[in-house]
């Protein structure tokens, strides 16, 4: 069962702020690194990677794109150093593992009239259209703005 981010967790904080204290901390230990070695390009590199990979794992309400800004940040930072092949595989096969649920598997999951959320605003069937929403087949080259004169937006 899925709780809401909202919802307390410890310390009374809730998911979500928690998720924004732990990326922040991620920052500060990656802007301190940085800071140390402001000159050396894989070490911007990788720190572009990880506060890029700590704010998909890190915070709620993330959806599978968001990974990918840190794929090519990645890729970039094994150019400099080789023990960021590691890394940049495992990013690469999780963002297509995370792309192949969403767009392949995800599709199957059909909610029942129970589970929709009460946001969703079902569309009209078809005995249910209105004439006034079809364009007139004389419309010609016109048909769009006589649709909108017909329904006086």
Do not use: C
């Amino acid at each position: 069962m899925e709780r809401p981010d909202s919802t307390p967790g410890w310390l009374s904080l809730s998911y979500q702020v928690w998720g924004f204290i732990l990326l922040a901390l991620v920052i500060a230990i990656v802007l301190w690194v940085v800071w140390r070695k402001p000159n050396d390009l894989a070490v911007t590199l990788w720190g572009s990677f990880v506060v890029s990979y700590a704010f998909f794992v890190l915070l709620t309400r993330i959806h599978e794109r968001y990974l990918f800004a840190a794929v090519p940040l990645a890729a970039a930072a094994t150019v400099f150093s080789r023990w960021m092949i590691l890394p940049y595989v495992t990013t690469s096969t999780l963002y297509l593992a995370n792309l192949l649920y969403v767009y392949s598997l995800w599709q199957f999951w059909q909610p029942t009239a129970e589970e929709q959320p009460p946001s969703v605003v079902a569309l009209p069937g078809p005995g249910e259209i209105d004439a006034r929403w079809a364009p007139s087949p004389d419309a010609g080259a016109n048909a769009f703005v006589d649709h909108l004169h017909r329904m006086n937006v």
